[in-house]
């Protein structure tokens, strides 16, 4: 019963914070500079009356603020996100094509990433722990250092030059081969090949962040008095580290994981627009290019709302992961 | 003062950090002096390779514009976006976090769920939406990276103000009856600056690659070279030279890398304390 109210009261508020985006979105309409029925109709559709017209009274623009702003949430409410007169296609529907795309780089990315930071952030405390090859605990940070520092679309562009350009072992375009028309293991392999280079790309920066937080996490419990009375029982070093040290350890790694999505949605629409990748990010260049502001404003909306419905998962994760956290119905 | 530069100094990375940055910084101060040309003028032939041509020591692009001259050039883009929007966002950090922190209660709330609002919004779409709709300009750029990356200041400034307002340095104010912005910005702000220097030290950092990514993806100041533009023009001669998009590259790792070890050193040498209990 707990459960369910906890659930309910985060989707609520989840919901939210999606309005409340959408309500930004406004704001931005009428503050951007110029009539914003042609702003929004973009780069092509203002050349065209009619459809800045069709605008004009979509945004009820002879109408008060306040209901020009329930007027624009009631139309997103009903999955209404605009026209985009390029393509000739309403901006959800397009959204939606590219939501699958997106949401695999990111899924790969996120599970990438967080094995890759917490394996090597682990072996970096564990070799600290036990006091031997601490060269290698060396190695690893000054490897997250630099990732922490490279700009992830250039990385890309490396990445693109070293192993499409030069190896030719991977392709750099695109998400499956054109034309190749591939059925069932054939196809989900040729995918698998065009996913490997941008995880890899959108996945070093934030793995760089997993080491050092679990690294950091992992040593700060190393401190504690439990770690001692481990040993004082008579476990070895590695079941101390396994069972006492580990398991406290993972909390702050998977609350910290979730606040990254954000991030890593950002990185996406960089990775996308490197690799042609054909989800929503390399749709928000497409839309920059265009000027097309209706699809612009819908992606970010979807992003957003993507991000949140993560960060919703990781709430409910988080609350099996830490039987405590039951006890207090939710509240931090 | 010896004592903070000794901590400092402890750390050999910082100091590699600090002197890559104070490099970087005179290139960007005397950036007019060694390319008085403009970065965008075709100068040269195109796609001269590096070396091939000691006039342009590291090629030209394809419309024969010097990379040398638009590297050095481009480093005043970087630390100016970078130093003025960190600016700005610690001002609005420091000013919502110490607000929600000392008068706590509904204050607090509303100022708390709208900085939580912030942050999970994802950033860089965030930005990428407000340079393009404002129009992409150096203060646009600015404004947009200064509003995506305060919240954590704001809850580092919130949780400092927390403690300190318990203290018996603040209680002894309050008695003595100094008015509450006083104490506030005279007794408490100071004491929870060390943190937010480290804080806004990495915040440049992740600036500067914010501002990169911008104008990679076309969203750049047109006034003003820089490196992600470099970055992006060249991407169509990622076949037939390469080179064009390794260097500006490298320019932008290096002086994050720097700055992120000058953040790594400051909290070393501000935070003693914390430091001895990590390691």
Redesign the interface.
Known sequence: MAFTSFLAGRIFKALLVILAIAALNFLLIRLAPGDPASVMAGESGATDPKFVETLRTRFGLDQPLWKQLLLYLGQIVQGDLGFSYRNQVPVIQLILERLPATLLLMASSFVVSLGLGVGLGMLSASVRFFNRKRWLDSLIMTLALICYATPLFWLALMMVIVFSVQLDWLPAFGMESVGANLKGWARISDIAQHLVLPTLALSLFFMSVYVRLTRAAMMEVMMQDHVRTGFAKGLTGGEVLRRHVFRNALLPIVTFAGLQLGQVAGGAVLIETVFAWPGIGRLMFDALLQRDYQLLLGVFLITSATVIAFNLLTDIAYRFVDPRIRMEGGAR | MTGFWKRFSRNS?AVLGLALLVLVLVVALLAPLIYPVSPWQMIGAPLLDPLEDMAFPLGTDMLGRDIAAGLVHGTRVSLLVGTVSTLCAVLVGVGVGGVAGYFGGWIDDVLMRITE?F????????A???V????PSLASIVTAIALVSWPPVARLVRAEVLSLREREFVEAATVLGRPTYLILFDEILPNTLPPVIVTATLMI?TAI?TE??LS????GDRNFMSW?FM?GAA?SM??EA?WL??M??VA??LT??AI??VGEGLSDALNPRLRQ??E
């Open positions: 990375g609002f942050q999970t919004i994802p950033q860089l779409a965030m990428v939406v407000l393009a709709i404002f129009t950092a690659l990169a990514a990679f993806l076309g969203l992600g970055i991407r990622l076949r390469p998009s390794v500006p590259g932008i790792l994050v890398l992120n070890l209990r990590g």
